[in-house]
T-cell receptor, first 115, second 109 residues
Framework: DAGVTQSPTHLIKTRGQQVTLRCSPK?????VSWYQQALGQGPQFIFQYYEEEERQRGNFPDRFSGHQFPNYSSELNVNALLLGDSALYLC??????????????FGDGTRLSIL | GENVEQHPSTLSVQEGDSAVIKCTYSDSASNYFPWYKQELGKRPQLIIDIRSNVGEKKDQRIAVTLNKTAKHFSLHITETQPEDSAVYFCAASRRTLTFGKGTMLLVSP
């Protein structure tokens, strides 16, 4: 039973560039949430996708956008990268956004470094 | 929005002792409270969760208690082992998860 997988594992970018991170949910899950985890902090909610639509959004600027595909996989896009965007980006999947607050299972994350 | 405070930020215990981590939340509408364990360089792993219609839940050596009136919940680990050493995060949710800043638990042999 495949768990949540994310790619790439590490990424180095420079300020102003754009980045795309990818996530495949756990088998059987249909909802994907993205989090940003700064060093020494708890994960911070970015947004959640269900049925290919953004359903919930945290306090992040429009530079952060996403997409969900018919196979439930998801992408996180960040434009105009800033030094402060350096963090671990975590994807979590769950089942049934309509039935809220189902357990979320995390991937290993993508470590993004901005130079 | 929701705000979750977690204490202590670090906790050192001897193997076999108990460990308690406490969290408070601000949104009285929050109804789901999971706890995650994150080892260095690894993914957060869900270890236990509790919903607002339950006051206590136990799973082997770990237990969580919830006091809705006071808006706080706690994680209890008994008979700690060195492999329990990790960062533990509490979270509260009405619609989305809000995490605390984490507690680094160190269990010494």
């Amino acid at each position: 039973d495949a768990g949540v997988t994310q790619s790439p594992t590490h990424l180095i970018k420079t300020r102003g560039q754009q980045v795309t991170l990818r996530c495949s949910p756990k088998s059987g899950h249909d909802t994907v949430s993205w989090y940003q985890q700064a060093l020494g902090q708890g994960p911070q909610f970015i947004f959640q996708y269900y049925e290919e639509e953004e359903r919930q959004r945290g306090n992040f600027p429009d530079r952060f956008s996403g997409h969900q595909f018919p196979n439930y996989s998801s992408e996180l896009n960040v434009n105009a990268l800033l030094l402060g965007d350096s963090a671990l980006y975590l994807c979590a999947s769950s089942l049934g956004q309509g039935a809220r607050n189902q357990p979320q299972h995390f991937g290993d994350g993508t470590r993004l470094s901005i130079l | 929005g929701e705000n979750v405070e977690q204490h202590p930020s670090t906790l050192s215990v001897q193997e076999g002792d108990s460990a308690v981590i406490k969290c408070t939340y601000s949104d009285s509408a929050s109804n789901y409270f999971p706890w995650y364990k994150q080892e260095l360089g690894k993914r957060p792993q869900l270890i236990i969760d509790i919903r607002s219609n339950v006051g206590e839940k136990k799973d082997q050596r770990i237990a969580v208690t919830l006091n809705k009136t006071a808006k706080h919940f706690s994680l209890h680990i008994t008979e700690t082992q060195p492999e329990d050493s990790a960062v533990y995060f509490c979270a509260a949710s009405r619609r989305t998860l809000t995490f605390g800043k984490g507690t680094m638990l160190l269990v010494s042999p």
